[in-house]
């Protein structure tokens, strides 16, 4: 059983909405240093780590350098971001 399902255009701008990211780092749009930072604390070491604010000043610094979470040196080996 195939049945044709047709489609205008204005019906379908309607339903559909699409949205593309201008900004700069989606990343950062949206999660704080300090969500980061839990985040690999969580995933390579120890949550209640004194290191824990060395890696939310690390990931302040990329901030402002508009940088890239994959070049954050965070010293855990296993850390592939």
């Not at 047709?6 to 704080?32: I, P």
């Not at 604390?41 to 004194?50: F, I, K, T, V």
Request: hydrophobic share 40%; charged share 25%; glycine share 8%.
């Amino acid at each position: 059983m195939s049945s044709e399902l047709r489609v205008l255009r204005e019906d379908l701008d309607l339903l559909v909405s699409v949205s593309c990211w201008q900004g700069g780092s989606f990343e950062f749009a949206h999660y704080t240093d300090e969500e980061f930072a839990e985040s690999i604390m969580d995933l390579y070491g120890d949550p209640n780590s004194a290191r824990s604010s060395q890696l939310v000043t690390g990931i302040a610094q990329l901030r402002r350098r508009a940088g890239n979470l994959k070049g954050l040196s965070t010293g855990f080996e296993a850390a592939n971001l």
